[in-house]
């Protein structure tokens, strides 16, 4: 049973750093798939970052040179770094998992190609 439990989330000013962790349990596949993924109200489930088991990172266009995602040894900690943050980027934060992430640059940052998700957790910027 694959759970995802976000933190790090919190209030900051614009041009700010803030660091989100996903703490991972659960057995997820050898070629796991993991990412984070964002949202306003009223609006679809942006992608912003992902990476695999081969060491393979996907970045949205908007986040690109400016958010950093590594996960650890163990599998079971994801972290992505922000820095740069604008208020758009406001948003609420959810960690994701899938088994395999695909050969397809497009189709990895699609929420609903995602099994497994965390609570979210709020990312403020002002």
Same mark, same amino acid.
């Given at each position: 049973?694959? $759970?995802?439990?976000?933190?790090?989330?919190?209030?900051?000013?614009?041009?700010?750093?803030?660091?989100?962790? %996903?703490?991972?349990?659960?057995?997820?596949?050898?070629?796991? %798939?993991?990412?984070?993924?964002? $949202?306003?109200?009223?609006?679809?489930?942006?992608?912003?970052?992902?990476?695999?088991?081969?060491?393979?990172?996907?970045?949205?266009?908007?986040?690109?040179?400016?958010?950093?995602?590594?996960?650890?040894?163990?599998?079971?900690?994801?972290?992505?770094?922000?820095?740069?943050?604008?208020?758009?980027?406001?948003?609420? !934060?959810? %960690?994701?998992?899938?088994? !395999? %992430?695909?050969?397809?640059?497009?189709?990895?940052?699609?929420?609903?190609?995602?099994?497994?998700?965390?609570?979210?957790?709020?990312?403020?910027?002002?």
């Amino acid at each position: 049973h694959v $759970q995802l439990v976000e933190s790090g989330g919190g209030s900051v000013q614009a041009r700010g750093s803030l660091r989100l962790a %996903c703490e991972i349990s659960g057995f997820i596949g050898d070629s796991y %798939c993991i990412g984070w993924f964002r $949202q306003t109200p009223g609006n679809e489930r942006e992608g912003v970052a992902a990476i695999d088991a081969y060491s393979r990172r996907w970045y949205g266009d908007s986040v690109k040179g400016l958010f950093t995602i590594f996960v650890d040894t163990g599998k079971t900690n994801l972290t992505l770094r922000m820095s740069g943050l604008d208020p758009d980027d406001s948003a609420m !934060y959810y %960690c994701a998992a899938r088994k !395999y %992430c695909g050969g397809e640059t497009s189709s990895v940052l699609v929420s609903s190609r995602y099994d497994y998700w965390g609570q979210g957790t709020q990312v403020t910027v002002s």
